[in-house]
């Protein structure tokens, strides 16, 4: 039984984005935590998504470079920052519109978590983490 659970649990996690998910549920927990904190804490939901965005980027960059697409090339940091940027402005956008058909900003920032992390893994596997760029 141990063998066939290892066996299971080996061919899942040979999959990116079952890794990728993985790696982002640790920080995405941390994430909300934080972004929930702020919120509560008085901060406006826009500075508060700046303040978790800036949080995660390096430790994200080492774990996701790592564990999800087996690389360590330190040379990518500003591609994947741009990633950031981009899925910062989008959550932002996605944020703003829940807002205005007055969905609770709590609410609103879980269920925009897998789609934006969907959204992310694809940024991070076809501009950052690309094979050409495993081999430099």
Not at 5 to 17: A, F, G, Q, R, V
Not at 52 to 64: A, E, Q, R
Not at 113 to 122: D, K
Not at 125 to 131: A, E, G, I, P
């Amino acid at each position: 039984m141990k063998k066939k659970i290892k066996k299971i649990t080996n061919n899942l996690l040979k999959h990116k984005l079952i890794r990728f998910f993985l790696v982002g549920g640790l920080n995405t927990a941390f994430g909300y935590g934080l972004f929930a904190l702020l919120i509560y804490s008085g901060l406006t939901y826009p500075l508060a998504l700046l303040i978790c965005t800036i949080s995660g980027i390096l430790f994200n960059f080492k774990t996701i470079g790592s564990f999800v697409f087996k690389n360590h090339n330190n040379y990518l940091l500003l591609k994947f920052l741009g990633v950031y940027v981009i899925t910062y402005f989008l959550n932002l956008g996605c944020l703003a519109i829940l807002q205005y058909f007055a969905v609770n900003i709590y609410l609103s920032g879980a269920i925009l978590v897998i789609p934006i992390g969907f959204f992310a893994f694809l940024l991070n596997k076809n501009f950052v983490f690309t094979d050409s760029e495993i081999l430099q």
